[in-house]
């Protein structure tokens, strides 16, 4: 009975999830949904690396490994700073900037009247009544 509770909690917890988010009605939720699954992409292009060199360096460290060396003095590596900070940097950078380059103003279409005032606004009132704006 206890080994249900976990899976009878999560279940409760999960049966107000909507798919609101993924399933848009109108312009601007599509423009969220597009923000959400860019901003998805792009956290995902950090995470799973960072997860694959988590296990990696749990794999190759591990006890039974006598290739790996252990050396507790070791602190700085220029070469591996170089590395970490040009190459993932730029990586992601790059696809952080990916989805704006590819399409910079999507939906965008400039309006051929913008600077025009339309003249007929000003034709409500009449010249006899005053006109005061608060």
Do not use: Q
């Not at 249900?4 to 279940?11: I, K």
């Not at 601007?28 to 949904?33: T, Y």
């Amino acid at each position: 009975m206890l080994r249900l509770l976990p899976v009878c909690l999560l279940g409760a917890l999960l049966c107000g999830c909507d798919a609101g988010i993924v399933a848009p009605a109108g312009p601007v939720g599509k423009a969220e949904r597009l923000i959400l699954f860019n901003s998805l992409a792009i956290m995902l292009t950090v995470v799973i690396p960072t997860i694959v060199a988590t296990f990696v360096f749990a794999w190759w460290f591990r006890a039974s490994n006598p290739k790996a060396r252990y050396r507790p003095d070791w602190d700085f590596s220029g070469r591996l700073e170089l590395i970490t900070w040009s190459a993932f940097g730029s990586h992601i950078t790059m696809s952080a900037s990916l989805p704006t380059a590819r399409a910079p103003l999507r939906g965008y279409s400039p309006n051929s009247l913008a600077g025009v005032v339309e003249t007929s606004s000003t034709k409500r009132f009449s010249p006899s009544r005053p006109s005061f704006t608060p």
